[in-house]
């Protein structure tokens, strides 16, 4: 299994694209600042995380504050742990993934001041898949857009959800309305993010990722809209998949 120490390992699978990884890299040390390039994703991240804890709680049967002490997690693109770290303080014994060693890097340093136990490395998909790593819980959330094989990640992320176990997979529709929301309005008018962060190209259609967790062996459980309100300024769960939606599939 590749860990931080052999970097290199995490860009010889056919999924990952290593301008993607590079493009995050760049922006590795802003992963917690609130106003910084990953403003967006603060905004965004209380809704996800509820939605995450309240249909995982529901699946396994857990109440409490720790409703998920004794399962497992792993966060497939963890990024600086924004995911991560919740979800550990929620009970379960977390690793963090990511193709990037300044994502890990970060991530890393933001758990140890936390004072928080998580398992972060430097791999992929592919690598844990081969090695035979199996979760309870696999989040792949804002991911699937940015690699290069899709079918071939999703065949792989699908090996690392244990038997009776949930993947969540969030991202953005490819339509009319998310190019003119999600690519040029968050982009290049409020700049929220910066330009060329996503590739509306590779923006997936629900019925196109759903096909290929059907593919991959999983069943597809729900489909999730999720949409910004600009007069509130703020998320929340909605029936439009238009732009972000989130995909619950099960083993």
């Known amino acids: 299994m590749t860990d931080a120490a ?5 860009s010889t699978d056919p999924s990952v694209d290593p301008a993607e990884v590079a493009k995050f890299s760049a922006m590795a ?3 917690w600042d609130p106003a910084g390039k990953f403003a967006p994703l603060h905004k965004f991240n209380p809704v996800r995380l509820q939605f995450i804890r309240e249909t995982a709680a529901k699946h396994f049967g857990r109440t409490g504050l720790r409703p998920f002490d004794g399962l497992t ?3 497939i693109g963890c990024g600086g742990g924004l ?3 919740p979800m550990t303080r929620l009970g379960f014994a977390v690793t963090g993934a990511d193709a990037s060693e300044k994502n890990v890097k970060t991530a890393r340093t933001h758990a140890t001041t936390s004072g928080l136990a998580i398992d972060y490395r ?3 998909a592919e690598s844990l898949a081969e090695a035979g790593v199996a979760c309870d819980v696999v989040l792949n959330m804002e991911v699937v857009e940015h690699v290069a094989d899709l079918p071939g990640y999703l065949n792989a992320c699908a090996r690392l959800v244990k038997p009776g176990g949930l993947m969540f997979v969030a991202t953005l529709n490819k339509t009319l309305k998310s190019l003119a929301l999600a690519k040029i309005g968050v982009e290049y008018v409020l700049r929220w993010l910066p330009p060329g962060t996503h590739d509306w190209t590779r923006f ?3 019925e196109r990722l759903t096909g290929f967790l059907k593919d991959a062996g ?9 949409s910004f309100n600009p007069l509130s300024w703020s998320w929340s769960l909605s029936n439009d998949t238009d ?5 619950v599939a099960g083993r």
């Open 6 to 10: 052999h970097p290199a390992a995490a």
């Open 243 to 247: 732009v972000n939606y989130i995909v």
């Open 29 to 31: 040390a802003e992963w």
């Open 218 to 226: 999983l069943t597809v459980k729900q489909t999730q809209g999720v």
């Open 122 to 124: 430097v791999t992929t």
């Open 83 to 85: 995911l991560a770290e």
């Open 73 to 75: 997690l792993l966060d």
């Open 204 to 206: 997936v259609e629900p």
